[in-house]
């Protein structure tokens, strides 16, 4: 299968290398230097030590060519910026969009393609330079319908699966993202305010506290019943990558900007047509968008 990967951050540089092992992958980048690294060099994937090269074909993200999917890997806040790469695309061809938050699902919609999937992406990678991806944590990539026929989806997740680099599908994509979504508005911003590993979360009472304050107000939003199933999944997590940084504390350190309009951004939205009081939600809005450069 021809899949266009169009992103070249973290993510879509893990992505085009596990999926050009049994497919043709073409990756759009968005800067020329990145184009002429990994036509000249490929990308180098680091994982459990090891170092393995990947022969990839790089283009520019304005020069859209055919593909049979296209992946789209670029964060949230950089999608109205493709805007146009989108008119280039016919139709019919299946998109993947796999931003965290829900603020993407607005953008989503105004789309015409016939088949639209979104996903969940729980690995964890690091871009350390412009053509080196370390795979620092292996997971799934969970994908659900939010505009078509399900019977695309089970084709492509098969010709998408690789070990250790599994796709399954969902049926509700809202429950989904929103599943997603309490993890990143708990353990993102308080990493990036706190400077703080995943891990410390759990491990210093008063950073805990926050954590339940935070999903307290995020519960509430998105009317889940049981709270105590929802911060065991947030307990486990910062466990299991208790030595990592989350993105949003790495873009800080970085001085890049966040998505927080994305993930806190979408809640408070939410908060508001509901007509629910959420300060501890505003407090973690307005002081990642006060740190950001």
């Known amino acids: 299968m021809r899949i266009g990967i169009i992103g070249g951050g973290a993510i879509g540089l893990l992505f085009a290398c596990y999926l050009s092992k ?9 800067t020329n230097e990145q184009v002429r690294l990994i036509n000249k060099y490929g990308i ?25 999917l296209f992946i789209i890997a670029v964060k ?47 690995h964890g990678a690091l871009k350390e330079k412009t053509n080196y991806v370390h795979h620092t944590g292996e ?8 505009r078509g026929n399900e019977q695309f989806v089970g084709p492509i997740i098969h010709k998408l699966n690789t070990i250790p680099f599994p796709f399954i599908f969902e049926k509700d994509y809202l429950e989904m993202v ?17 400077k703080a590993k995943n891990g410390e979360l759990m491990l210093n009472s008063h950073y805990l506290h926050l954590v339940h304050l935070v999903l307290d107000e995020v519960v509430k939003i998105l009317d889940i019943s049981d ?6 999944r947030i307990k486990t997590i910062c466990e299991n990558t208790a030595s990592n940084q989350s993105s949003m504390l790495k873009d800080i350190l970085n001085h890049r900007q966040t998505e927080i309009d994305g ?14 009081k959420v300060p501890v939600l505003q407090f973690l809005y307005h002081s990642i968008k006060g740190m950001e450069r």
């Open 22 to 30: 049994s497919n043709q992958v073409t990756l759009y980048c968005r």
């Open 76 to 122: 949230q806040y950089q999608l109205e910026q493709i805007e146009r790469v989108f008119h280039h695309i016919p139709s019919q061809t299946p998109l993947i969009f796999i931003q965290n938050g829900v603020a993407h699902l607005k953008f989503i919609e105004n789309l015409s393609h016939e088949t639209i999937i979104v996903g969940v992406v729980e």
């Open 227 to 232: 709270r105590e199933k929802v911060f065991m």
């Open 263 to 276: 993930i806190i951004g979408g809640l408070l939205n939410m908060a508001e047509t509901k007509d629910l």
């Open 178 to 194: 929103f599943g997603k979504l309490i993890v990143n508005a708990v353990i993102n911003p308080l990493t990036a305010i706190l």
């Open 44 to 68: 180098y994937l680091k994982h459990h030590g090891t170092v393995d090269n990947f022969t990839i074909k790089a283009q520019p993200s304005d020069e859209i060519s055919a593909e049979d």
């Open 139 to 146: 997971g799934l990539t969970r994908l659900a319908i939010f």
